[in-house]
């Protein structure tokens, strides 16, 4: 028997949500720290259940909704998100819980969870609808985008909080809700890592959400994943606003692959080149680091510079699969150029560069070419072409 408990974040309102420690992958963004699934349970005249679990956590969610009240008694379950990890026990639930009003948004929602789960008792809403649960009210805001078409948050007014789904979360396993019962720089690199590699596309429909919720007056940020905010609001919106905007930072990623050290060579002299203009760079070993890792330092960084070795006339599998990633995830603001080594063909060089082209980043210097072992007469000039950039 699943002995969860709810954990009590306001008065007669709960986190019933789970746990998922051991998660490492999601959707190729590596999550190092697990995950958690938010739900939240409001008990007045009328009992709400906001956003489910992963289905393989149903029982979880239940034994914590159960802690508390029937499931059966649930009369509003609100679907912020159609996406599994946020919806994947709606049909269990509203097994549970038969005379339960599923909320969703129109037409996205609707189509979404009638595609998944089939014809329930849904009840579609648009930007400015509210329902009354009794001494509290639930309204409604869209976020399309953001990063579904379907996605939305819920505002309760009355307790002035935000349930506010996949918006100002993390992928992080945590026995403690709360912002400041963690360590805070931990939260805001997840929340960083999260934004990087899941929003980074959405600047603007993210920037449209800031907007449409800057009158509120929020005490809680209730996430659908990691911690709830309540301490560092101030700081997650802050963070929400220069990641939206773009923002970058004088600081380089040099990111290499190599077969014979050759390239790892050019790479090493690269990161020294920048350090020379003081400029703080990084050099990853894409054998080493996780994609995810490396993109969420690339997104506040204002140059990229990416070497590979050439292979069966193309780059290395590891690299092109790296800059697939890049191209998905869309950054704006890089200034990047292509390096490589090669033995007689040398035709990566040029094919990184165009897919950094093609992911939006700005070329800021010619390929750097070099055949087999580069010699110290090529590597003084590599140094020297990168202390001249007008950057």
Not at 45 to 65: G, Q, S
Not at 211 to 225: R, V
């Amino acid at each position: 028997m699943n002995n969860c408990k709810a954990v009590e974040i306001g008065e007669n309102i709960f986190w019933v949500g789970a746990v998922d420690w051991s998660m490492r992958n999601f959707h190729g963004y590596e999550t190092s720290r697990g995950s958690s699934y938010n739900a939240y349970l409001i008990l007045d005249e009328k009992i709400a259940l906001i956003d489910t679990a992963k289905i393989n956590f149903a029982d979880e969610l239940i034994a914590r909704i159960s802690s508390v009240v029937e499931p059966s008694k649930i009369d509003v379950i609100v679907s912020s998100h159609v996406e599994p990890d946020h919806s994947g026990a709606l049909k269990k639930i509203a097994a549970l819980a038969p005379n339960a009003q599923i909320i969703t948004t129109n037409p996205n929602g609707l189509k979404g969870l009638t595609n998944r789960y089939g014809d329930l008792n849904y009840k579609p809403v648009k930007a400015g609808d509210e329902i009354s649960l009794g001494k509290r009210t639930l309204k409604f805001v869209p976020t399309p985008m953001l990063h579904w078409p379907d996605s939305m948050v819920t505002y309760c007014p009355e307790e002035k909080i935000l349930f506010s789904n996949d918006a100002f979360g993390e992928h992080l396993a945590t026995s403690l809700r709360f912002d400041d019962e963690n360590d805070l720089d931990t939260i805001l690199f997840e929340a960083k890592k999260y934004y990087a590699n899941i929003l980074m596309p959405f600047g603007k429909q993210a920037q449209t959400a800031l907007k449409a919720l800057g009158g509120l007056e929020i005490k809680l940020i209730a996430t659908g994943h990691g911690v709830i905010w309540r301490t560092h609001i101030d700081k997650i919106l802050a963070c929400y606003k220069k990641w939206s905007a773009g923002e970058v930072s004088e600081r380089a990623v040099v990111v290499f692959d190599s077969m014979w050290h050759s390239t790892e060579i050019l790479a090493q002299t690269i990161t020294e080149a920048f350090a020379k203009r003081k400029i703080p760079a990084v050099f990853y070993d894409i054998k080493a680091t996780p994609l995810s890792d490396i993109v969420t330092d690339i997104f506040t960084s204002k140059y990229l510079a990416v070497g590979s070795p050439t292979i069966n006339n193309q780059m290395m599998p590891t690299i092109a699969a790296f800059l697939c990633y890049l191209k998905g995830l869309r950054p704006v603001n890089h200034k990047a150029f292509a390096f490589g080594s090669y033995g007689w063909g040398g035709q990566s060089i040029a094919l990184v560069e165009d897919e950094l082209k093609a992911a939006g980043c700005e070329i800021i210097l010619d390929k750097i070419r070099v055949a087999n072992l580069p010699t110290v007469e090529q590597l003084d000039e590599i140094t020297e072409k990168i202390l001249a950039l007008n950057l």
